[in-house]
């Protein structure tokens, strides 16, 4: 998948998290996407987190055809779509850009005094110079990411990066408190992605730039010696005639291989000038070629390759943490809703009267656990009865659910036992149950802290250990944001 079909999936992923009741996107809506492209995958395929090829393939299918069907929906949802974007580069910045780093390599390509062509002249040597730091940095970059050093070479596109992403967060308008889950649920799942794609193709686009400079300066040089003839000369104050012949064959000579154009190393010592006087200045036309080949050899082409091998990069480098974002229980809970028969699930409710709004939210978990398809059959436990309980009742599957609610801390002399002896008890009519303790948050809802329905959870899953295959908190709407989605 390439990054708009990542974008994709992962703002369906992000809506149906955010919005475990239906309000945007009803139940029935995605398990009729889940069924017309899952093409025979099941939900017991699913092994661990990271995605494999065929649910990878499946997640693209599906959020292809939600979109698809998403035109002609109600407003709200597109409007909460519309929501979801990412911070990204504008070509039309880009073209910007690379037309002021043309203009800037022209304008910096000073050739010297009058008529005189300063084979030294800081501009020329400086931008040869700069390129070279740059270049050996971009390597570290591009070929070893992990390297400390490689860090330190993205700097300038880290700055662009942070001033793009603060556009981006200005320009979002949350209306209401579900958009606001589905938001900050996509935020957290694609904007890291988003980040690292944005500072690789903003160093891509400062290769292309650096390169585009290059060019500028090379076309200047033959641009200012059409109307001129200039006189090619060296001065300074640092390199005698030895150092500045050995300094001007080691520049020119890659320049001088790729163009077949000789060095002209015999007119050095007559080009130098010294107290204000040159001995005999050389005809520029060679020196001018070879400069303008040095440009392209040492500038363009390394930075077109390095803007060619980040291209490449990308996408690969962004597809490895996004098949890694925890993909396993959004898959099941998808492909169970599609799952099951008439298959009947019984549910051992301890110590609270269901109502038709607490059956809800419990059947949303079963269904969640069991598949789509899967009947709920409930059997209360009143308080205080709970061995008594235990040792009237039969089962009647092998699957089975026992309800509790999560706000009463679990202890080990009523929780534990009755789900011990309610386990000895399926155990003789069946070799190889399933026993699964829903705890119900109805009556959670904006009261609890994310923090401590985590750390209720984990009680109550320590109380259970060894007893329960799994643990399921049922949460309402008004506790979404505290807890995304069933687990």
């Not at 369906?12 to 139940?27: H, I, M, Y």
């Not at 001018?288 to 690969?316: D, E, N």
Request: charged share 25%; aromatic share 8%; net charge neutral.
């Amino acid at each position: 998948m390439d990054w708009n079909d990542w974008q994709r999936v992962l703002k369906w992923r992000a809506l149906e998290e955010g919005d475990t009741d239906g309000v945007l996107v009803n139940a029935e809506r995605r398990r009729e996407a889940t069924a017309h492209t899952r093409a025979g995958l099941g939900s017991e395929e699913i092994k661990g987190e990271v995605l494999d090829e065929r649910s990878e393939s499946f997640l693209d299918k599906r959020a292809e055809w939600l979109e698809r069907e998403a035109v002609g929906w109600r407003g709200d949802l597109i409007r909460v779509l519309e929501l979801l974007c990412v911070p990204q580069g504008r070509w039309a910045l880009a073209l910007a850009g690379w037309a002021l780093a043309l203009i800037t390599g022209y304008a910096l390509s000073d050739l010297g005094q009058s008529s005189e062509f300063n084979l030294l002249a800081l501009p020329l040597v400086g931008l040869l110079a700069w390129n070279a730091v740059v270049i050996v940095l971009g390597l570290f970059c591009e070929l070893m990411p992990a390297s400390s050093l490689a860090g330190r070479g993205g700097w300038m596109a880290e700055i662009l990066a942070h001033g793009i992403s603060r556009m981006g967060r200005a320009t979002k308008e949350v209306t209401s408190g579900v958009a606001d889950t589905v938001q900050k649920r996509f935020e957290e799942l694609a904007w890291p992605l988003a980040w690292k794609r944005l500072q690789m193709r903003l160093r891509m686009w400062l290769h292309v730039a650096a390169a585009l400079m290059a060019i500028g300066g090379a076309v200047a040089l033959y641009a200012r010696g059409w109307s001129h003839e200039y006189r090619a000369v060296w001065e300074s104050t640092v390199l005698e005639v030895g150092p500045a012949r050995t300094f001007f064959e080691a520049l020119f000579t890659p320049a001088s291989k790729v163009l077949g154009t000789r060095i002209p190393m015999d007119q050095i010592e007559g080009m130098h000038r010294s107290s204000g006087r040159v001995k005999s200045p050389a005809p520029a036309l060679a020196w001018i070629h070879l400069y303008a080949g040095t440009l392209l050899v040492l500038i363009v082409v390394p930075r077109l390759l390095l803007a060619g091998i980040g291209a490449a990069r990308c996408s690969r480098t962004l597809a490895r943490p996004a098949r890694a974002l925890h993909w396993g229980n959004y898959l099941r809970t998808l492909l169970r809703a599609v799952e099951g028969g008439s298959e009947r699930i019984q549910v051992l409710v301890h110590a609270i009267e269901p109502t038709p709004a607490h059956r809800e939210v419990w059947d949303r978990g079963v269904r969640e656990r069991f598949g789509g398809m899967a009947r709920a059959e409930y059997l209360r436990i009143p308080a205080g009865e709970e061995d008594e309980f235990a040792a009237a009742w039969q089962p009647v599957c092998a699957n089975l659910v026992m309800l509790f609610n999560m706000a009463t801390t679990p202890e080990a002399e009523v929780q534990r036992r009755l789900v011990s002896d309610v386990r000895q008890r399926l155990l003789t009519k069946h070799a190889d149950p399933e026993l699964v303790v829903l705890l119900d948050g109805t009556s959670l809802a904006g009261r609890w802290s994310p923090e401590k329905i985590a750390g209720r959870e984990q009680l109550w899953s320590e109380m259970v250990e060894g007893l329960a295959s799994d643990v399921i908190v049922a949460v309402r709407k008004e506790s979404a944001r505290a807890k995304p989605q069933a687990s």
